[in-house]
């Protein structure tokens, strides 16, 4: 992962949040915040380096409007909140209920407004922040991530933010696995794929040329290049003839593959946003697949595809539940058109059973082969003239493997150990953001006020890729929808429940939410928990909750009549949405969710906000408006009060997996 430049001339998004233990304690931090929200549980830590207990927060930055507006504030959550807009404070409330509080009318000016919001937790339980505002024109909502700015941070703040970056790249790239640390956040020293019978899976070519410069196969690997100078081929082949004696190839695969179909799945999954195609170019941002025939035994191919985190549970590349035939039409796919890696010299393979310790190989990977009783020196003792030597050396460095680090990495990685990571605090607001970076969620998914990759700098590769391998002709009947368009995350942690999530981005639910989609979403079960936990909390939501109640009876069927298409009773909602096993009457191009899963899957506020007003929301929406702006709606039932109706359907919608289309 590059780092994030921090200099710059124009507003950044999101705003400064700097945190703060008890005053007697010098504990503080500055990372970027997308809304004025936090979560932190009782005995959690509101950052990585402040301890667990009473804090203090800051939130400074612009809340940047198009025209004038005349709006109201006020926060949910517990403890004491100050907001002050334009130098002038609009809001001041403090207990375990924040939104006891509404400010009066504020005018905000078109363009920029400075804003400060000072928080402090209470003594104990829990804390949680939440900035709302409200309008005539529209009910309250969390003050929107995409309409807040914060100006190029000061050497202290861009200081704590580049100490954040180096605690990833510290992750990324092992260190914790040769230096000792006492630290035991996962996220910190995740795995790396283990060598026990790689034989079966990796060819020795492979081996050998990946061992000797990994730079050379994918420039900006992780894997450092462990040899160097005139030994360091034969030391690879040797490396290699032992690791390719670990167990047996797999016989041949048992589904042939079509290479045109693995082209169009290449194309529909969108895996160009990680990686380039066989014959393409190669992308310094994306990883080259033109060596995959060379390095995979061909079922193991298939076999990794099935299950990427088979062998390595940290495994960046996710898991797409593709059938057998799919894994065996992408493994052709790419065989098709890859490239070879130079023949190995042979090597030696009781020399490489003895050199897989000595390299510190297995500091990082598991297997039979046990590692050294000795490993490197401990982070935090490092001294200053060391810090720039070794593995942080520019130059290859005889007696440490060499990281081809920027010089930004470097910068960071430098600022993280200055900070001392060995007191390092789980913080899952900030280790989801980090994930969020490195598995490149953005690539797919809009966010905030920016565009995902695929509809930007990725845009002419992927349709490239779909116009070479055009889908065939939608069959009647079939429920794909003319716009593929992926979903944002700007509202997923206030939007969805952080057990669904957790479910859904782990590979565990047994259902397709977007079944309209040809794009999947992967699953990244190692990392499921963090992001599902961080994304609710930076929402300044708690990361679990209670099961979902039981419907209210009495409005059940009332809810029901009100979704099906009898005129004037209902809002013909089956004509989009199936309902349970009944398809969606007239869909056109906007199929939508099976309302049998929409109450497991989503937040009532959320839900009760997309219903008065879903372009405000989500402007691309095909989903209509039926609420006006004095809350009515056309239909008589509950005296046409849009609120009363919506609070029926979700009565309905609580039924589950139970539910009765409507008649």
């Excluded at 929200?37 to 009782?42: F, I």
């Excluded at 070479?468 to 929808?481: K, S, T």
């Amino acid at each position: 992962m590059a780092t994030a430049t921090i200099a710059a001339d124009e507003p950044l998004p999101g705003v400064v949040v700097s945190i703060s233990g008890p005053k007697d304690k010098a504990e503080h931090e500055s990372r970027i915040s997308r809304l004025i929200a936090l979560y932190v549980p009782a005995g959690s830590a509101p950052a990585s380096h402040v301890r667990p207990g009473p804090f203090s927060a800051e939130f400074t930055g612009n809340l940047n409007l198009r025209l004038r507006s005349y709006v109201k504030f006020h926060a949910e959550g517990r403890g004491k909140v100050i907001l002050l807009l334009n130098g002038a404070t609009v809001l001041e409330s403090s207990g375990d209920d924040l939104s006891k509080v509404v400010s009066d009318e504020v005018r905000l000016n078109k363009g920029k407004n400075v804003l400060l919001a000072r928080y402090q937790s209470p003594d104990a339980g829990d804390a949680a922040l939440r900035l709302f505002w409200e309008s005539k024109s529209f009910p309250p909502e969390p003050v929107p991530a995409a309409l807040l700015t914060h100006e190029p941070p000061g050497d202290d703040v861009a200081t704590s933010i580049r100490m954040l970056e180096g605690q990833s790249l510290v992750g990324e790239f092992r260190c914790l696995r040769c230096h000792a640390n006492t630290n035991t956040i996962p996220e910190l020293s995740p795995d790396a794929p283990d060598l026990t019978d790689i034989g079966s899976r990796l060819k020795a070519d492979w081996l050998a040329a990946w061992i000797e410069d990994p730079q050379k196969l994918r420039p900006g690997a992780h894997m450092p290049q462990p040899l160097h100078g005139i030994a360091s081929k034969k030391i690879a082949a040797d490396l290699a003839a032992y690791l390719a004696s670990q167990g047996k190839p797999a016989p041949a695969p048992k589904v042939a593959g079509d290479a045109a179909n693995g082209g169009r799945l290449f194309a529909n999954l969108e895996c160009v946003v990680c990686h380039t195609p066989p014959a393409g170019d190669d992308d310094p941002s994306r990883i080259a697949l033109k060596y995959v025939a060379a390095k995979f035994q061909p079922a193991a191919l298939q076999q990794y595809l099935l299950d990427p985190a088979s062998h390595y549970a940290w495994n960046p590349m996710p898991r797409f539940a593709l059938s057998e035939t799919e894994a065996a039409d992408i493994a052709v796919y790419l065989a098709a058109d890859g490239q070879s890696v130079p023949k190995s010299i042979g090597g030696d393979a009781a020399l490489g059973e003895g050199l897989l310790v000595s390299s510190g190989c297995m500091n990082c990977h598991a297997g039979k082969v046990k590692p050294a009783a000795q490993r490197a020196f401990p982070f935090m003792k490092l001294g200053q003239s060391e810090r720039s030597s070794g593995c942080m050396s520019e130059e290859p460095d005889a007696k440490s493997p060499h990281f081809t680090f920027q010089a930004s990495q470097r910068q960071a990685i430098l600022a993280a150990l200055n900070s001392g990571l060995e007191d390092v605090q789980r913080c899952d607001a900030e280790l989801a953001e980090a994930e969020i970076r490195e598995m490149r969620c953005t690539a797919c998914h809009a966010r905030d006020a920016s565009e995902s990759l695929l509809s930007q700098s990725l845009a002419d590769a992927s349709q490239s890729l779909h116009q070479q391998f055009p889908n065939p002709p939608v069959r009647e009947g079939e429920l794909i929808a003319a716009e593929q368009r992926i979903p944002s995350l700007t509202f997923a942690g206030d939007k969805l429940r952080p057990e669904w999530m957790r479910r859904f981005i782990g590979g565990k639910l047994d259902y397709k939410p977007r079944y309209f989609l040809r794009a999947r979403m992967p699953a990244f079960a190692a990392r499921a928990a963090t992001l599902a936990t961080g994304i609710a909390e930076q929402h300044g939501l708690f990361p679990s909750l209670p099961e979902l109640p039981k419907p209210n009876a009495a409005f059940v069927e009332a809810g029901r009549a009100l979704c099906g298409k009898t005129a004037n009773v209902g809002f013909s909602c089956n004509q989009c949405h199936p309902i349970a096993g009944v398809a969606p009457f007239a869909p056109f191009e906007a199929p939508s969710i099976n309302f049998q899963y929409v109450a497991e899957r989503m937040q009532p506020d959320y839900y009760s906000r997309w219903m008065h007003d879903p372009a405000r929301i989500d402007p691309a929406t095909k989903m209509p408006r039926f609420a006006d702006f004095d809350d009515k709606t056309g239909l008589a039932a509950f005296d046409h009060d849009a609120t009363r109706q919506f609070d029926a359907i979700w009565q309905y919608l609580l039924t589950g997996r139970k539910i009765e289309p409507p008649q």
